[in-house]
């Protein structure tokens, strides 16, 4: 079980690498898998929950409950993407509040403005950095506990260029933020640029997206660049999203799913994995 928070964690050299998690059963696997922490993203739960794409459609509910059932089942930090904190700063001070006390260990904020899109999607735009200088600061007032993270993230790169990013992540940064997270950074020589400028004061997140703006690399080579926080977000969603074409279509082409019984827990194996025989033995004590 992990003993460590967030924040201590991250006072460590190494690299934290949090895969994304979309409900409580990806978060029970990746734990099961061994990380350290775990990426709640909002266009997962955009992609799993409503089918749809990460356009700003999900609501603070929706991701708080997906929250709070992830850390009722799992013991590891979560990281979870509050978009742009679904209003104004106090829209944000609702969200802080009802997601400490979901569980979560670090809220992402972004300065986008509303309707929100996905950070390596085009046509994205962002608030006076002086609105999101009043919102980060919300943030940190609402919080009840410093173990509690805030991360900034800032979208400008794609609507104002490196520099105007950067300058904004250290306005972000004079807020007294725990983590800085500049997206869709495009080449190697910009994510240098902000490992440079950053990497040694803050924890810096990299943001990898399978065939999005940022190239994609381990998190050991990121970690060398300066990074502290690597995240793969989507990655979970597409892997299964293609594995459930697959099934899909044997299922469909064959009317079994015999073709596939090598590539699928049984019955057993399914409940040894979410610890049905544990549960039952719970049970049994008050019986």
């Known amino acids: 079980m992990n003993t460590l928070t967030l924040k201590q964690r991250l006072a460590q050299a190494r690299a934290v690498l949090a895969p994304g998690v979309y409900d409580a059963l990806s978060a029970l696997l990746a734990e099961q898998a061994g990380f350290e922490a775990l990426y709640l993203s909002g266009a997962s739960i955009a992609y799993t929950r409503l089918g749809r794409s990460d356009v700003g459609l999900t609501t603070f509910p929706e991701v708080a409950d997906t929250l709070a059932r992830i850390t009722e089942r799992v013991s590891l930090p979560v990281i979870v993407d509050a978009d742009t904190g679904f209003g104004n700063a106090l829209n944000v001070m609702r969200t802080v509040k009802g997601f400490e006390r979901a569980g979560a260990a670090m809220i992402q904020l972004e300065d986008q403005t509303f309707p929100k899109r996905c950070g390596h999607l085009d046509g994205k735009s962002v608030v006076p950095v002086a609105e999101m200088q009043g919102k980060l600061k919300a943030a940190l007032d609402a919080r009840t506990s410093s173990d509690t993270l805030i991360l900034a993230r800032t979208d400008a790169l794609a609507v104002e260029g490196l520099d105007a ?32 400028r950053f990497g040694q004061g803050i924890p810096l997140l990299a943001n990898m997206v399978e065939g999005g703006k940022t190239p994609v690399q ?26 459930l074409q697959d099934y899909y279509a044997s299922l469909h082409q064959h009317q079994t799913t015999a073709p596939w019984q090598g590539r699928m827990l049984d019955f057993d194996g399914l409940n040894q994995v979410i610890g049905t025989a544990e549960l039952l033995s719970c049970g049994k004590r008050y019986e």
């Not at 990655?235 to 999203?241: D, E, H, K, L, S």
């Open 165 to 196: 990013a950067l300058e904004r992540a250290e306005r972000y940064l004079e807020c007294g933020v725990d983590a800085l997270f500049i997206e869709a950074l495009r080449t190697p020589e910009q994510m240098d640029a902000a490992c440079r």
């Open 218 to 243: 381990s998190a050991a080579e990121l970690q060398a660049r300066g990074f502290r926080i690597v995240i793969f977000p989507g990655g979970t969603t597409r892997a299964v999203a293609h594995t």
